[in-house]
């Protein structure tokens, strides 16, 4: 799963932990880690949401100013699926087992 370098501070921070991703079929998994930097992302939760259901409340704690700047990035190819996944900074000093 990758982030905009612009948003990889906050994650780090923790201030995001949450993502709206529109994909052809879901990409992560629940419990499963992904490379971030030097640390890593562990997935959460996994939800598939209607686009009708994202909020700007929503594009604003995935780190974007509104719901426009958050659709110009979350479409990946031809996906239309809409995914609503929170997750966990785990840094490099921790466990990726």
Do not use: C
């Not at 780090?12 to 992302?41: A, F, H, M, N, P």
């Not at 562990?42 to 939800?47: G, L, M, P």
């Amino acid at each position: 799963m990758q982030f905009a370098k612009s948003l990889r501070p906050r994650i780090k921070s923790g201030e995001i932990t949450t993502s709206i991703r529109i994909w052809i079929r879901q990409r992560v998994r629940e419990g499963k880690r992904y490379r971030l930097d030097e640390g890593w992302i562990e997935i959460n939760t996994v939800k598939e949401i209607a686009l009708g259901d994202v909020t700007p409340s929503m594009a604003k704690e995935s780190g974007f100013q509104g719901l426009v700047d958050l659709l110009k990035v979350a479409k990946h190819g031809k996906g239309e699926r809409v995914f609503l996944v929170s997750f966990t900074y785990i840094g490099s000093g921790k466990s990726t087992s």
